[in-house]
């Protein structure tokens, strides 16, 4: 397939997900590029870019909607701005493996909570 | 002002590249009672100042490819309005069954990558000896 239009369908199918389900665009962007021959670090590193913009389309979406409460959500900004800057730092410093377990196993039993 | 706390939690995982949003919206569901279509807003939200600090330390070590990612942005920015659309249109208690199943098939996903990865040294390590 030609790499324009599989690009295309990357930005379309990631933008899709990361409005619908607010989350998880990224992931998609990275197994896109991976799938079409980009290294892992700069697959993810990519991922970043673009989608920050495609979050930010988003989030003024749901603020223009009317869904998003302001306080509660300044407050959350806050804390993942600190957070963030945290966990840049504990980067490499911390076992990351054992943290991805752990998330990875969080995702799960909240997945199956969520249904129930 | 409690929401500062998970938005932490969030920003670590999510400053040390594992991707914290989709974590994030059960929280805010389960445990603050928010809506479906609310958590999914605020978690957009709140990752925008943590990208923007990531980004900028990526732009410096120059890994960012210029070209495809201006395509995918485009095409990813009119995406993510038809995403909120359909969000909106499906509406709050089939988009939650639709996100739980999102957020299993992610999780499995994960452990498969890892499976994959382990396999992948182990043969290396092997070819290596002889």
């Known amino acids: 397939m030609n790499k324009k239009i599989k690009m295309a369908a990357v930005g379309i199918v990631s933008g899709i997900i990361a409005g619908l389900l607010g989350s998880g665009g990224g992931i998609a962007v990275v197994e896109g590029l991976e799938r079409s021959g980009t290294e892992e670090r700069r697959a993810h590193a990519t991922s970043l870019a673009v989608i920050f913009p495609i979050s930010a389309v988003s989030a003024v979406m749901y603020g223009i909607g009317g869904h998003v409460p302001l306080f509660d959500t300044l407050w959350l900004c806050g804390g993942a701005a600190l957070g963030g800057i945290a966990g840049a730092f504990l980067l490499g410093r911390v076992g990351a493996r054992l943290l991805n377990n752990i998330f990875t196993l969080l995702m799960l039993i909240s997945g199956v909570w969520m249904l129930l | ?130």
């Open chain 2, 1 to 130: 002002m409690i929401h500062a706390l998970p938005g932490a939690v969030f920003g670590i995982i999510g400053g040390m590249g594992l991707g914290g949003g989709i974590v994030l919206i059960p929280v805010l569901t389960l445990f603050m009672g928010k809506t479906q279509l609310a958590a999914q807003g605020m978690t957009l939200f709140a990752y925008l100042p943590m990208a923007a600090c990531a980004l900028c330390l990526h732009i410096r070590g120059k890994k960012v490819k210029a070209a495809p990612a201006a395509s995918i942005t485009l095409f990813g920015c009119a995406g993510g309005a038809a995403g909120y659309f359909l969000a909106f249109i499906i509406g709050g208690d089939i988009l939650r069954a639709v996100f739980a199943t999102f957020l299993i098939l992610t999780a499995l996903l994960r452990v498969w990558r890892h499976e994959l990865c382990k396999k992948a040294r182990h043969n290396a390590t092997r070819r290596q000896k002889q």
